[in-house]
Nanobody, 115 residues
Framework: QVQLVESGGGLVQAGGSLRLSCAAS????????MGWYRQAPGKQREFIAR???????NYADSVKGRFTIARDNAKNTVYLQMNSLKPEDTAVYYC?????????WGQGTQVTVSS
């Protein structure tokens, strides 16, 4: 059973920064990629960033240049450094792990950016 536990969310003013963490635990046979999604009230969950096992990164256009994804392989932890935050970044942020045969999701962490 794989568990993903996010942390680091909170309330921040526009222009500020936050760093989210996601620690994966359990029996993980292989990790193809880890990443982040977010869901704002009344909206669908959207892709934010992904880091593959080969080291490739992908970002949504809305966060390019502001957010950075990184991973500590030894700790099975992925991070999302979020800078220059905007009110429209307000959402619940979910960690995602792409395994050999399925995806896993964390419980989500709230990020609120005040104007």
């Amino acid at each position: 059973q794989v568990q993903l536990v996010e942390s680091g969310g909170g309330l921040v003013q526009a222009g500020g920064s936050l760093r989210l963490s996601c620690a994966a635990s359990g029996i993980i046979s292989s990790i193809n990629a880890m990443g982040w999604y977010r869901q704002a009230p009344g909206k669908q969950r959207e892709f934010i960033a992904r880091l593959t096992s080969g080291g490739s990164t992908n970002y949504a256009d809305s966060v390019k240049g502001r957010f950075t994804i990184a991973r500590d392989n030894a700790k099975n932890t992925v991070y999302l450094q979020m800078n220059s935050l905007k009110p429209e970044d307000t959402a619940v942020y979910y960690c995602n792990l792409v395994g050999r045969s399925r995806d896993y999701w964390g419980q989500g962490t709230q990020v609120t950016v005040s104007s």
